[in-house]
Structures are given as C-alpha cells and as structure tokens.
C-alpha cells in the first residue's frame, strides 16, 4: 500500500511524500511536545482518569498527540495494543496509512491534533460500549474548546456515530458536512484507515471524502 493512490496528478512527487512518511514511521523516539497549560491539566487528569473499567486493563491511556492550535483534529475510534504500548494514537500500520492521508491533503502529521473517543483500549481491540464512551466524553469536549479545531475529520464508524450521536451507517454519512454537538464546528466523515488496509478498493472513496475535507476547510479560512 503505497500513498501514491492519495496524490492528487499537481501534488507533490510520490516519492519524496514517501519518504516523509518513511520518516514518520521512524520517528517514534522523539520526545512528545510540550502541552500548554491546559491541556497539559486535562492530559494529566486522562491519565489516572479511573471513570471506567478500562482503566484495569490499559497500559496507559492515550490522550492525544500534535498541534494545539491545530485547524484539523482527526478523531478515532480507540488506542489499539501499539497505541497502548507508546503512549500516542494511530502508531501502527494504520497510523502509517493515516499520515498518509494527511499528507495527501498536503498535511503534516505534527501540523494536526489527533485524538480517538476513548482514550483506553478495549481488551482485544472490542468497540467500545457506551458507558465507556459516556465516561470519556467530556475529555473529548474539553480538548475541542482548548483546540479550538476548524474542522474535525472523523474517521471510522465508532468515531463518526458517537461524536454525531447518529447511528447513520457510514457510507451515509460520507460527503455530508455535519456539526460538532450544539456548535458550528464542521464535522467530516471518512472510513477509518484500518477498513482500508482491509478493503484497498475504498481509497478512491476516501480520497473523495478528503477532497470535500479539503474543500470545506478552504471555505472557512
Ligand atoms: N485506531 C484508532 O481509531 N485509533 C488509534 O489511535 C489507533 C487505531
């Protein structure tokens, strides 16, 4: 799976976007950015957060990773066991495939914020239930007031229907723009990167969906 497939014909060459996310991929030793003050209070709270039973099987929680002042913040559905292990979401192969993504939209992985819907993993990567996702929420909403995001870019099912409180199916969902519970904070939805490692055939759908992303961001700034 290369990220050519994501590249627009006029975007940058294939190969030096490859090597970025080569370099991405290698870069898991650089120490995490300095949080400001606010978030670092949340961060700090996520980390004994005790609110749910999660809180017995996890290694850590993963509260969030990138650009405080970011316009994007991508939202997950939940840390998986790479992800529990570092500290820090979308770090296995379908993080690799999500900064991917991103760069294709001519984003940077550390330009974003990235953060799931629970900040725990669920014992054998199970979807989260509802009471785990009610127990997290407002840490969610608190990371969007102090980021005060643009635009969000939801991916995946789980991540879509609980941020929306919809139980539209997905593909419903897509090329739709939507708003972030009482604000005026666009929503957008794509298919989760690990659907894709499954099902390569949808990249061309998700390259659409990044494009309405795009054009939607632009209408804003
Ligand atoms: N899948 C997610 O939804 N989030 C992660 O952090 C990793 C995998």
Not at 23 to 37: G, R, T, V, Y
Not at 138 to 167: C, D, F, T
């Amino acid at each position: 799976m290369g990220v050519d497939v994501w590249l627009d014909k006029n975007t940058a060459a294939s190969a030096s976007v490859r090597s970025d996310v080569e370099q991405h991929a290698a870069s898991e030793d650089k120490p995490a950015p300095l949080l400001p003050e606010g978030l670092a209070r949340l961060a700090k709270q996520v980390a004994v957060c005790q609110q749910c039973s999660l809180h017995e099987s996890r290694t850590q929680t993963v509260f969030g990773i990138g650009n405080p002042d970011a316009d994007w913040l991508v939202i997950g559905e939940a840390p998986g066991a790479d992800e529990d292990r570092q500290g820090e979401p979308f770090v296995g192969r379908a993080g690799r495939l999500l900064n991917s993504m991103l760069l294709a939209m001519g984003l940077q992985r550390e330009q974003v914020f990235i953060a799931n819907i629970l900040k725990c993993r669920p014992p054998d990567n199970r979807d989260p239930k509802p009471e785990e996702v009610l127990a997290c929420e407002s840490y969610l909403r608190q990371q969007i007031e102090l980021i005060k995001p643009k635009i969000i870019l939801a991916v995946g099912r789980i991540a879509a229907q609980n941020l929306l409180k919809l139980e539209t199916p997905i593909g419903k969902m897509r090329g739709q723009r939507y708003q972030y519970p009482a604000s005026e904070l666009p929503v957008i939805v794509t298919y989760h990167p690990a659907y894709l490692l499954r099902s390569p055939r949808e990249k061309r759908k998700v390259w659409e969906d990044l494009k309405f992303a795009m054009q939607t961001y632009k209408a804003l700034v």
